[in-house]
């Protein structure tokens, strides 16, 4: 347990852009403690030794492979992280789940299986489910004896899931649910034996459903042709006069899209965490290839180019595991907090719809962080990166379907706005007075600033401009469009851009800062040197979205002003990513791996 942040109250969802945290209250990967490093260990040891050796048959979809690999990771408790002990589940941490999510993630094929499985596939029923499905089913899940997956997708209807064509009539003797309808992009649709299936009662209730695939009528179909996670089993399921026992209706009717949006905030972090997996174990690759492949007499390591794509790998996985476990901090603080009253599923709800913006973060951000990461091992490798037989390759298209599932990246970027944008309303987050505060703060003009003093001093300032800069673009955006935001699309997409970079680089700098205290900043030069580059180019990402929102939202002398006070704010010194990436580059290739690990 992460004794020394749980004893600190975590701060609100959302709250990064208006607080500044002290580098203490922030949890990092060096606040590991031994178990939570071993559950991860375990984790990793796992795929490496089990599922490895089997990635050709697997990719091959050797019948039955997956589901016995699957039950085998159950045996270890890999699956139940999320499970309470009292329902036969590890019932691990949050920080714990998420170093295994990240560990159990090296290879994405049994990465997305696990996610479907131990995550949304059973979390619905820990967090909504009655006392007696939970007895009836978790056991079972826990131990792999069932496998589960979860059916919220149809072919009309992925992002907008309300449009399910899927329904659900109690029958004349009120005894089952009859369900008809096709649900569709299933993952371990081919294997599972548990389904948690959304369908509308009366044609207009969306509710959540626990269909057993040996219930009458339920039949998975044919397995899709994937561009990549070929390991992984994804096939529609067609209910056709399902006889669903009423006793098997999840939750509430007509109050399936609770259940669906909270499992999926749940979805969202773990997958980000994912990410940082899967990307550490091609930095990896990619080190030793650049060290063993010569061209024009040189190891090709030995260029600046390829230097720099590892570096560059390096650092936004630095940026996106700092999010990630300062998130996992958070929501461990807050779940801490609340234990010993209420009930602990509802209490890990709340946690989960708190975070809800970080999460969503999570998944974006370390999406995009790993198809650059793949792409770029990719161009490492050369020609032989685009051949079958690299396992860059295969992560290549691996890690594509990351922007599409649990929300696409599009979806997600609306949803940070959204919900940044209701708490505000609701008085929750003190958006609105930060925003007005810093109206008065740019009528009164520039005032004097003393020189920052201390590590990355420079860049906390930066990033304090940087958070100004988001109320400065979203207050005039608030202010001409007001809820009718919604329309303006791309205006929220260069908001959530800027949301992003922000969280990014704060928990960067944070980590880095507590690093240099802890360890002395000689130690943490690297890191450092990592959190400069990061936060010098997310300032410059910033300064681009921002003048696209204060370019659409304002004109003439109005939009010259706000253009001056941009300036004005985004005002820092140059830094010399060149050296400094050389530096972290020269990190990853002494060790050939990520130089940040439990640091
Ligand atoms: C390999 C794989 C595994 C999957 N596993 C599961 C699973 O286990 N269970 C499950 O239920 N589902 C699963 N899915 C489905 C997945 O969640 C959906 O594909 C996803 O939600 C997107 O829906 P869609 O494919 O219908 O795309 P669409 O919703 O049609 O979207 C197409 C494009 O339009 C954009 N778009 C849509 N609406 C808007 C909007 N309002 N504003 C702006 N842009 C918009 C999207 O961002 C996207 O770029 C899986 C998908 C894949 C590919």
Sequence with gaps: MATSVLSKPAAKGGSFLLDSPAPQDIFTPADLTDDQKLIGQTAEEFVIKEVFPHIKDLEAKKPGLMAELTRKAAGLGLLSGGTPEQYGGAGLDKISTTILTEKISIYGGFATTHGAHAGIGTLPIVYFGTEEQKKK??????????IGAYCLSEPQAGSDAQNSLTRAELNQEGTHYVLNGQKMWITNGGFADLFIVFAKVDGEKLTAFIVEKAFPGCKPGNEEHKMGIHGSSTTPIFLENCMVPKENLLHEIGRGHIVAFNVLNAGRFTLGAS??????????TASKYAKERKAFGKSIGEFGLMKEKLAEMAIRMFAVESMIYRSAGYMEAALHAASGSGDSSQNTMKV???????????????????????????????????????TVCRAYRDSRVNRIFEGTNEINRMLIIQMLMKRAMAGQLALIP?????????????????APEGVLAEEARVIANGKKIFLQAAGGAMQKYGEKIADEQELIGALANI??????????????????????????SVMIDAARVFIAEAAER???EAKRALATVHEGDMLTTQLAVLKRFGKRRTVDTITLRRRVAAS????????????
Excluded: N
């Design 137 to 146: 089913y978790l056991p079972k899940l826990a131990s792999g004896e069932l």
């Design 275 to 284: 990410c940082v997996g899967g990307g550490k174990h091609v930095l990896m």
């Design 352 to 390: 989960l719809e708190e975070y809800a913006i970080e999460s969503s973060i999570s998944k974006v951000y370390g999406s995009e962080m790993l198809d650059f990461v793949v792409d770029e091992a990719v161009q490492i490798f050369g020609g032989y990166g685009f051949h079958e037989d690299y």
């Design 434 to 450: 930060a925003a007005l505060k810093l109206a008065d703060e740019i009528l009164a003009g520039p005032s004097y600033e003393e």
């Design 499 to 524: 949301v992003m970079e922000i969280f990014a680089m704060e928990s960067s700098l944070l980590r880095a800062q507590k690093a240099a205290t802890h360890k002395g900043e000689a130690a943490a």
């Design 542 to 544: 910033i300064d681009h």
């Design 588 to 599: 990853v290739q002494a060790q050939d791996r990520y130089p940040f690990e439990g640091r």
